[in-house]
């Protein structure tokens, strides 16, 4: 985990559409450690699934879970749609008090 923990970390800075989507952040993760457009181009998708599912590449729950606790821990490393959340979150709160 503290390997994935890193590269996950430097996706998240290099990119901050990572930031707020998990299908980007996998589909990223995959293709910068797993061989970029070169590989992905010879590669079907039954080639992908199998690797996948004999365990050669990390699951996506995994990525995105290194992700959840990054931005849990690094605030810098959440996204602009985390802070619309919480900013809603908030005034649903107030409105709720209020009643």
Known sequence: MKNMKGEVRQLLKDND???????????????????GKAVFE???????LKVLAEGKIPF??????VRRRLQETEPELRGASYKKRHKLSDDMSKDIHNL
């Open 42 to 48: 010879k590669k079907t998708a039954f080639d992908f």
């Open 60 to 65: 996506p729950d995994y990525i995105t879970r």
């Open 17 to 35: 559409s990572c930031r707020d989507s998990d299908a980007k952040l996998v589909a990223t993760f995959y293709y910068k450690k797993f061989g």
